[in-house]
């Protein structure tokens, strides 16, 4: 039944891994239908099973087939690699639907490693500041935050953060306060063991990881509403 999703091909991984080494648009056009049906399908079908559970369960997340995937082309007009394909497909389910909005889940299936995401990725610098301001003027909001998902199993991603404090924010001393507002996002990530995407249990993983960062969605969306009456 489409739209229902009951797991990624046995040869989902195997095809990554193919293309990889091929990295041929040749190899990749007569093996397209191999592409699609174990790969490109059925993570169509996770991203509209998802939107739906996430409709049931009032995570203000949604996407579609159509507008929710990455394209496993690489872009490669501005840089060294000029590889054609990536080794990974990834989806992005959002407030409305599109890859332009903040507050996402992110969901990525590759040859290296397999993984989803609730993030605040790079938010532009009206909201960012707002977010680092939230966490100066706010403590006790901000600790309860990273207390809660503590206890989910959850903890917020530095990857890339910044070495020194952001202009403004010096005074900022505590250390677990100037840690934060280094931050260039704020995330959560979960790790899927590859060999579990090939059954429909991957839906109830990815909407149990989901749960349990919602109130890192809900921290991110009020300051986001505040920022937007502004």
């Avoid at 991984?13 to 699609?36: C, G, M, T, V």
Wanted: glycine content about 8%.
């Amino acid at each position: 039944m489409a739209g229902t999703f009951n797991g990624f091909g046995q040869k989902a991984i195997p095809f990554l891994k193919a293309l990889d080494f091929h990295q041929s648009r040749e190899w990749f056009q007569e093996n397209r239908d191999l592409y699609e049906r174990e790969l490109y399908e059925p993570f169509g079908d996770l991203v509209e099973t998802l939107s739906e559970r996430f409709a049931a369960a009032g995570l203000g997340l949604r996407g579609d087939r159509k507008k929710s995937l990455f394209r496993i082309n690489r872009d490669v007009r501005f840089s060294k690699d000029k590889r054609p394909y990536n080794s990974h497909l990834s989806a992005i389910l959002s407030p409305d639907g599109t890859k332009m909005e903040q507050g996402v889940l992110f969901v990525y299936i590759g040859l290296d490693r397999c993984f989803a995401g609730v993030a605040w990725w790079q938010p532009g610098p009206e909201l960012l500041q707002a977010m680092r301001k939230a966490i100066a003027t706010k403590p006790a909001e901000f600790r309860s935050l990273v207390g809660t998902l503590k206890k989910a199993g959850l903890e917020l991603d530095t990857e890339g953060c910044m070495k020194r404090a952001p202009r403004g924010f010096e005074h900022v001393t505590e250390a677990d306060l100037a840690q934060a507002i280094r931050n260039r996002h704020f995330a959560v990530r979960h790790t899927i063991d590859p060999a579990g995407i090939h059954t429909p249990a991957l839906v109830e993983e990815l909407v149990d990881f989901s749960l349990r960062a919602k109130p890192l969605l809900g921290w991110g969306r009020a300051i986001q509403g505040m920022v937007s009456e502004v």
